[in-house]
């Protein structure tokens, strides 16, 4: 919760802080939409009767506080989640737990792209090569691609954790860059409603 | 600050709070295809991934079954489904249920171009 000072008078404190409850009121239970009001589901249909609704399943599961509000990765490392890894028998399940560091040269922090979270999820063919080559240094990185949703953007953005999370990637400080990252990568302007 | 100014600041301000207050989205990362759909008479299919990846790692899906992460770039018709390709992998009766039950894939509003929704802080890359 972000604590703001707000100079005048003690009538006034109160009426700022009653608008503040107000709209966090507003705000509250909104995490996750209900399948007739998130504006893509016919509210008229029958569906919308049967089908899960998000907040039934997503609310057990580790929290975010962003995407879907659900921390996907520690919730299957917990076993919140046993989600299966292949629908044939014979389809061979590879994990791979190398790390790789990018953006050596960059302003921002180096980036830890660990193989280990990404291979309980996904396939080696889901990158390799058409995203990324296999060999470390071979690919140029572009943040603006990833904004557009190519290389890191074809899943972070869409269904992995978006990319307002910057240092969750950026995540290794540089060799006499001593200062802590801040939990929040983007500065909130004055006045701007503080993110949930 | 006079009593009826206060009255009319609150009158003013609680709709305003109330419009900026994060509005009910579709879930990060729902699916909408409706490249064929509404041309063939059924709403469009909302494909929930948060639903899936509770019972399925991505990989299941994006390389046991071919589809590509791209939406609009897996071209496959109700025919496949029903031969087992694609969604039919497991909407076949007896996974999950089966192509018959129109309905339950079939749910989205009408109207709704192809694409993918949602999101409480990104609403995906541009180019979806």
């Known amino acids: 919760m972000r604590v703001f000072i707000f100079p005048g008078k003690p009538a006034q404190r109160r009426f700022v802080a009653v608008l503040a409850v107000l709209a966090s009121a507003a705000a509250w239970g909104d995490e996750w939409a209900s399948l007739r009001k998130d504006g893509i589901h016919d509210p008229r249909g029958p569906a919308v009767r049967v089908l899960q609704e998000p907040e039934v399943a997503l609310s057990k599961l580790t929290p975010d506080t962003a995407g879907n509000m659900v921390r996907w990765v520690q919730s299957l490392e917990k076993g919140e989640i046993n989600p299966r890894a292949n629908l044939r028998p014979d389809t061979k399940i590879r994990l791979y737990e190398s790390d790789v560091l990018l953006n050596l040269k960059g302003g921002m922090p180096i980036v830890r792209f660990p193989h280990r979270q990404h291979t309980l999820w996904l396939d080696c063919t889901n990158c390799h090569d058409h995203l990324f080559k296999a060999e470390a240094g071979a690919t140029k990185f572009s943040m603006l691609k990833i904004l557009e949703g190519e290389q890191c953007g074809v899943c972070h953005g869409a269904v992995s954790f978006p990319l307002t999370e910057c240092f969750r990637c950026h995540s290794v400080a540089r060799p006499g860059d001593g200062k802590p990252r801040p939990s929040l990568p983007i500065a909130i302007p004055a006045g701007a409603v503080p993110p949930k | ?128």
């Open chain 2, 1 to 128: 600050m006079s009593g009826p100014l206060k009255f009319w600041c609150l009158v003013l301000l609680v709709p305003g709070l109330l419009a900026i207050a994060p509005q009910a989205t579709a879930e990060y990362g729902d699916v909408v295809l409706n490249r064929r759909a509404e041309k063939e008479g059924v709403r469009p299919v909302i494909f929930p991934h948060w639903f899936h990846r509770i019972r399925f790692r991505c990989k299941v899906c994006h390389a046991e079954l071919g589809f590509k992460m791209r939406v609009g770039s897996n071209d496959f018709k109700m025919s496949d489904i029903v031969e087992g390709r694609f969604c039919g992998a497991c909407h076949n009766g007896e996974i999950a249920w089966p192509p018959d039950q129109c309905d339950l894939c079939h749910s989205g509003k009408r109207g709704l171009p192809t694409g993918i929704v949602g999101g409480h802080e990104t609403g995906g890359p541009g180019r979806w």
